[in-house]
């Protein structure tokens, strides 16, 4: 008789922590699931929000794009306004810049072509045959033959 009552001291003590195990899993569950949901949730509100900020953000560059453009196109325009009309503190910034002079003159002259000075005509017959010679060979199926 005391073993049956051992027994059943046993199982109920097993049976009764089995109780408690399973209540306290199904707490756990229904605390794991209001956790996972309220993630969820805001997963999707701080994607929302990072959304928006990008956007906010794209905008934004996109419109100091369009300003530092005309700022850098207005600074290009004044330089150049400046080379031409003949600034000499800007052309003194550049310094590659060479006078040429009077700016409705020619940049070059013919003295610039020749040692001399005078203006040579560029007589090229003396190669006319030996070009064409050359060039009547390469064409594909011609015999080579000069003219």
């Known amino acids: 008789m005391f073993f049956i009552r051992s027994f ?12 408690t195990l399973t209540a306290n899993v199904e707490a756990a569950d229904t605390i794991l699931a209001e956790s996972i949901a ?6 999707a509100s701080l994607t929302t929000y990072v959304g928006e900020q990008v956007t906010a953000l794209n905008a934004s560059i996109a419109a100091e794009v369009v300003t530092l453009n005309a700022s850098i196109a207005a600074e290009v325009l004044a330089l150049n306004t400046a080379i031409t009309e003949g600034d000499d503190a ?3 910034l550049i310094p590659t810049y060479v006078s040429r002079g009077d700016r409705g003159s020619y940049d070059v002259s013919s003295s610039g072509f020749t040692k001399d000075g005078q203006y040579h005509d560029l007589d ?9 010679s050359a060039f009547i060979a390469y064409i594909p ?4 033959s000069s003219p």
């Open 90 to 92: 800007v052309k003194a």
């Open 8 to 19: 059943e001291a046993v199982y109920n003590y097993v049976n009764a922590a089995i109780t």
């Open 38 to 43: 309220a993630n969820t949730a805001a997963v």
């Open 141 to 144: 199926g011609r015999a080579s």
């Open 124 to 132: 090229l017959t003396s190669i006319f045959r030996v070009v064409l």
